[in-house]
């Protein structure tokens, strides 16, 4: 999924290692399969236009 990559590379840009970064990722991917409604906001905080 997008948000989960560019989540992630968010995160391990601002420091934080891999399996943190993917861990907090999984999370929230799973988080908007289930809120689709929520996504486009979240990708847009992630920088994606």
Same mark, same amino acid.
């Given at each position: $999924?997008?948000? #989960? @990559? *560019? #989540? /992630? %590379?968010? +995160? $391990?840009?601002? /420091?934080?290692?891999?399996?943190?970064?993917h861990d907090d990722s999984?999370?929230?991917?799973?988080?908007?399969?289930? #809120?689709?409604? @929520? *996504?486009?906001?979240? +990708?847009? %905080? @992630? /920088?994606?236009e």
């Amino acid at each position: $999924m997008l948000f #989960h @990559e *560019l #989540h /992630g %590379r968010n +995160l $391990m840009s601002d /420091g934080m290692d891999y399996d943190t970064a993917h861990d907090d990722s999984s999370k929230l991917e799973k988080h908007f399969r289930n #809120h689709p409604d @929520e *996504l486009h906001q979240a +990708l847009s %905080r @992630e /920088g994606w236009e």
